[in-house]
Structures are given as C-alpha cells and as structure tokens.
C-alpha cells in the first residue's frame, strides 16, 4: 500500500469513527506560532498557567515531543447539542463542552481506535495520541492540516460546522499525503466576539488576555476568591465561557452532533447554586465523574458559586436569614 493509498484508508476509517474532519500535516516546527506563543507569554496572559512557560518550543515541534514523529494526523469531532441555559439567578450556567462526558476520553478512545485500524496494515507504526492536555499547539495543527482557520477569538472556525469541535493528534512515523491547501481567514471585518465578550478579555483581534476571561477565571484560576472586575461580569456563568462562540456569525452552520456521550447529563447545563454550595466531596465526586467540570475541583466551583450569589438581588422587602428585622 502506498503512501496515497494509506492516507485515504486512515481518511475512510477516521469518518467511519465518527470524526468529522480529519487533515494531514507533515511533522515540522511550526516556527511563526512559536513566536506568537512567546510573545503571548511575554504579555503575561497566560495569567498563573505556568507550565504554558516550560519547553514552548516542545509545543510548536512534534519531534521534540516524539522524536520518531513524521506526520500529523489531526482529527475534529462536532459536539454542538442544541440546548438552552434557563434563564435564573439561581442556577449557574455551565460551558457546552462540558455538558457531557469528558471529551478527553471519548476523544482518546476514538483516536487509539483509529490507532488500532492502521496497525491493522501497518503493525509496525509508532504513535503518540494527544488530546489538550500534551504539549502541542491543537488549534495551530489544525490549521496546518487544513481544518479550518483560528478566529478572532482564538477559537478554531472551520466553514462547514463552525467552531463548536473537539480536536485531537495522532503523531506517527508513517509518511503520508500532506493538506498543503489551508483555510484562509473569513472572520473578515466582523468583530462581533470581540464586541461582546463581557470583561473584554479579547484585548485586540486573535490575542486573549487569561486574566480577563470568565474561562480561565471559572476553571484554571485557583485563588480562593474571584476577581472583582471577573465577579462583576460573570452573567451566570458558572464554568466556562461561551459568549464569543455564541455571537460567531459562523456557527449559524452549527448541527447537532451525533455523538450521544456529548449530550448533557441531568443537571450539567445549569446546576442550582444552592446544590453547588451544598455539595461535599463525595457528592461533588458522584455528580461529576468523568466530566470535564472536575478540572475546576470541588473548591474552585464553590468559589465560582459564591461569585454568582453576591450578585442576585434579593426581591424589596426580603432580608437575609442572619439580619436583624
């Protein structure tokens, strides 16, 4: 089987998974988003994130990460589900991602099945799967392999189905066909994300200060209290941040997924703050097993819990428990 052949098997076998995009990359440094990346952290926005600081160049150049790396097969995978938050004070929002299953699981399990379908021909293949968390630059491999373009809000945007995607890397020894034909920018003069992000945490088009988004705020965050100015404009949400995806005049292409495990499970979508507040650490274990909310850990969801109940306004007339009448 030659190299044309072989791409189009692993093609086939990747969509007979459920994968709705796959692209090929060679494996090379990606030296112009290394340099991004550096001067991205030399702004200090990757706020207390500091193991984005360690080996940057290990992120832009799969062969440092696996040195028998020639290729990079880089797959998306839809997890849109066509879901509201309610409107109340009570309850916090939850970012769509995280309504179902960990995707880090469902995406590795994919990914090594796809693994297990090239051995099938190619028995002697080395790999690495990625999936986030490895030091890879995602988004950027992405773009390598012609998926789609970065927005102006830092998110992935392919023309098909938007940016609601997963993305994941299979790094391999395998010589493949490269998608040397990439995406170009259609975000255009429009400037709809970075006009409504709620604390302006997009600071100028494709560049995102940390310590002004809700995401990084509500998730990676670890000190004991909310910022101020993060607490004045969190607008329910309780982990995560969907609003400059929301308003994305590209998501109009959105459909909802045909992965089951990316639906909401009872209760993620927006949970009661008063359940947050009471939660302990086996029922905080029992409702978020395999989810991604467990990123947060039961005391950063506390404080983001907290964060939202300072700000519901109590009807005229009513006063809190503990006041003197």
């Known amino acids: 089987m030659d190299k044309i052949e072989l791409t189009n098997f692993i093609r086939k076998i990747a969509v007979d998974l459920g994968f709705d995009k796959i692209g090929f990359a060679r494996a090379e440094a990606l030296t112009a988003q290394n340099e991004l990346l550096i001067r991205w952290l030399d702004r200090g926005f ?18 440092i990460l696996f040195p028998p790396a020639r290729s990079v097969i880089v797959v998306a995978r839809n997890y849109f589900t066509p879901h509201e938050h309610p409107e109340s004070a009570e309850m916090g929002k939850i970012s769509r991602y995280a309504w179902g299953d960990d995707y880090h699981d469902v995406m590795k399990g994919l990914l090594f099945r796809l693994v297990d379908e090239i051995k099938t021909i190619k028995p002697e ?36 189905i938007g940016s609601w995607v997963f993305l994941g890397e299979i790094l391999t020894d395998l010589e493949l066909v490269y998608d040397v034909d990439k995406i170009e920018d259609h975000c255009g003069t429009c400037t709809k994300c970075l006009d409504a992000c709620p ?57 909802p997924t045909s992965e089951t495990r990316f639906e909401p499970r009872p209760g993620l979508v927006a949970p009661e703050l008063e359940e947050i507040d009471r939660m302990t650490a086996e029922s905080y274990a029992e409702k978020f097993r395999r989810s991604a909310v467990k990123r947060t850990k039961l005391t950063g969801l506390k404080r983001n819990a907290r964060a939202l109940k300072s700000k519901i ?9 503990n006041d003197k009448k």
């Not at 949400?237 to 969907?242: A, H, I, K, N, S």
Request: glycine share 6%; proline share 7%.
């Open 46 to 63: 990757h706020g207390e994130m500091r193991w984005m600081e360690r080996e940057p160049e290990k992120r832009s150049d799969p062969r």
């Open 125 to 160: 293949m080395e790999s690495k799967v990625c999936v986030d968390t490895a030091p890879i630059m995602d988004k950027a491999w992405a773009v390598q392999a012609g998926l789609g373009w970065i927005g102006k809000h830092s998110n992935l945007i392919t023309k098909d």
């Open 199 to 255: 604390t302006g945490a997009i600071v100028e088009p494709y560049v995102v200060d940390s310590n002004r988004c809700i995401s990084y705020a509500t998730i990676e965050l670890r000190s004991e209290e909310m910022p101020q100015e993060i607490t004045e404009n969190l607008d329910g949400w309780l982990y995560g941040c969907d609003v400059c995806q929301d308003v994305c005049p590209w998501n109009r292409f959105e459909e």
């Open 313 to 321: 306004k109590l009807p005229a007339g009513l006063f809190p428990a």
